[in-house]
């Protein structure tokens, strides 16, 4: 199973980035993916989910502001980030899992975005 991301990058702030997680190995429509970002530190937190039923969630730190979809023929789940911010500066890492079974939960290796003032 590998789950890997791209799209990070150096960014001013009020630019835009787009994540991209590929999955391979899993059944990608059953399962539910999220987005996570860490800085030094800090926990891990949740940035935004999307169901396997397209349903979404978003941390209220980042509503109105980024999008999570998903693209089951591309396997491959998204995060459009818009109006970035400093604080968005973080690694930020894909999951999939499923609702389920504890056992089917996979990250990826993360990836850098940085926003700068």
């Known amino acids: 199973v590998q789950l890997v991301e791209s799209g990070g990058g150096l960014v001013q702030a009020g630019g835009s980035l787009r994540l991209s997680c590929t999955a391979s190995?899993?059944?990608?429509?059953?399962?539910?993916m999220g987005w996570y970002r860490q800085t030094p530190g800090k926990q891990r937190e949740l940035v935004a989910v999307?169901?396997?039923?397209?349903?979404?969630n978003y941390a209220d730190s980042v509503k109105g502001r980024f999008t999570v979809s998903r693209d089951n023929n591309r396997n491959t789940a998204y995060l459009q980030m818009n109006s970035l911010k400093p604080e968005d500066t973080a690694v930020y890492y894909c999951?999939?899992?499923?609702?389920?079974?504890?056992?089917?939960?996979?990250w990826g290796q993360g990836t850098q975005v940085t926003v700068s003032s």
């Open positions: 190995g899993i059944i990608f429509k059953i399962y539910d």
């Open positions: 999951n999939g899992r499923v609702s389920w079974s504890k056992s089917y939960d996979y």
């Open positions: 999307i169901s396997n039923g397209g349903a979404t």
